[in-house]
């Protein structure tokens, strides 16, 4: 068994490159490869500014909304047994999945008013700031 020796030549293999064929190297100094560069460049500024928009957080915001939803349904698909409910003077008998949901739309309710009395709150303090 013989070793190959390090210091000989590969001999040069006609047809495409293995590994996958590039392009050959464009000279930095080429005026149409400055401008594309330039052109890249001033793009890769625009979409940066346009990258974050109130239009794209409400898009992701309605998509992650649309799969909560669908989440939920499945969830209350999936548990259609009826369950007794008491609260203080109420009995009720609701699906599990149903009285699950009453129970999350009543704290997002809750959420809801703490936040518009926080929002009605600054929105005061900042007109008494103003005067």
Known sequence: MTTPDPQQQQPPVDGPDPIGSSPPPVPETDPDHQALMAERDA???????????????????????????ILLLVFILQNLESQR?????????????????????????????????????????????RN
């Not at 793009?43 to 939803?69: C, M, N, Q, S, W």
């Not at 009995?91 to 929002?119: D, F």
């Open 85 to 129: 409910i008491m609260l203080i003077f109420w009995e009720v008998n609701l699906p599990l999945g149903v009285s699950l949901l009453i129970a999350a739309i009543a704290g997002a309710l809750i959420v809801a008013a703490v936040g518009g009395l926080r929002m009605l709150q600054m929105s005061r303090a900042l007109r008494k700031a």
């Open 43 to 69: 793009l890769r500024t625009r979409v940066k500014k346009v990258e974050h928009t109130r239009t794209r957080a409400t898009y992701f915001g309605v998509v992650i909304g649309a799969i909560v939803t």
